[in-house]
């Protein structure tokens, strides 16, 4: 079975600082992972995603993550956060095979930006 | 593209009575996704239609829980007897599946926010 493990519930950082909020998942079969963004009282967003090709994904609001099949992760990072990036952030993982495509997502990681 | 909403956005009930819950997708998308989601946990999937047809439940639905989607438009969520481990922010989401051009991308609705007292 597939999991995502999301290694910090809170991160907080100054504005201008760089992030990253770290995602690894398991699954014996190939994976399409992604990135979702919560602000308060809202929908999930889609941030990023990688399907296949290059490791390095840039995504909406200059965040990027990276793809390692090596280490099972795809950490979200972003070289300078703005204080409207405080959000729940979700990585979420399915799976290649099968035609249901149903992501299996992390607890979330809390990113907090202070002044 | 109005985006998906969900009504209502608030519900607080009284133990053992029944809700029910609407999404409206994007209109031109083809399959609806509910999910669970409670507080410092990240979404978990229920259930997911493609157009009218029901394809999968997960083992959280129990019984007390029926999804409907009867012209492929519009979707419901009925909680019977409802509990107070029910209490959660049920969140719907919808995606365009075309087999030649998949983009796997869901777009969530805002939620409904349920408490049961």
């Known amino acids: 079975a597939q999991s995502v493990t999301q290694l910090d519930s809170q991160v907080p950082v100054f504005e201008e600082a760089p992030v990253e909020l770290r995602c690894n998942y398991s699954?014996?079969?190939?994976?399409?992972l992604f990135w979702y963004v919560q602000y308060p009282n809202q929908g999930l967003q889609l941030l990023l995603k990688?399907?296949?090709?290059?490791?390095l994904v840039k995504g909406i609001n200059g965040f990027e993550a990276e793809f390692n099949k090596s280490q099972t992760s795809f950490h979200l990072r972003k070289p300078s956060v703005h204080i409207s990036d405080t959000a729940e952030y979700f990585c979420a993982v399915t799976f290649k095979s099968g035609g249901s495509y149903i992501p299996t997502f992390g607890r979330g990681t809390s990113l907090i930006v202070h002044p | 593209d109005t985006g998906v909403s969900q009504d209502p956005r608030h519900k607080i009930t009284k133990r053992g009575q029944n809700v029910t819950f609407r999404c409206d997708p994007i209109s031109e998308h083809n399959r609806l996704y509910w999910y669970r989601q409670t507080l410092g946990q990240g979404p978990e999937f229920l259930t997911y239609?493609?157009?009218?047809?029901?394809?999968?439940k997960s083992r959280l639905l129990s019984d007390r829980f029926s999804a409907e989607r009867p012209k492929g438009s519009f979707s419901t969520l009925e909680i019977q007897r409802t509990e107070q481990g029910d209490s959660a922010m049920y969140l719907c989401a919808s995606s365009l599946f075309i087999s030649a051009a998949i983009t796997y991308e869901q777009y969530f609705g805002p939620g409904t926010r349920l408490t049961v007292t």
């Open positions: 239609f493609q157009n009218e047809a029901q394809l999968e």
């Open positions: 990688y399907l296949s090709g290059s490791t």
């Open positions: 699954s014996s079969v190939s994976v399409y």
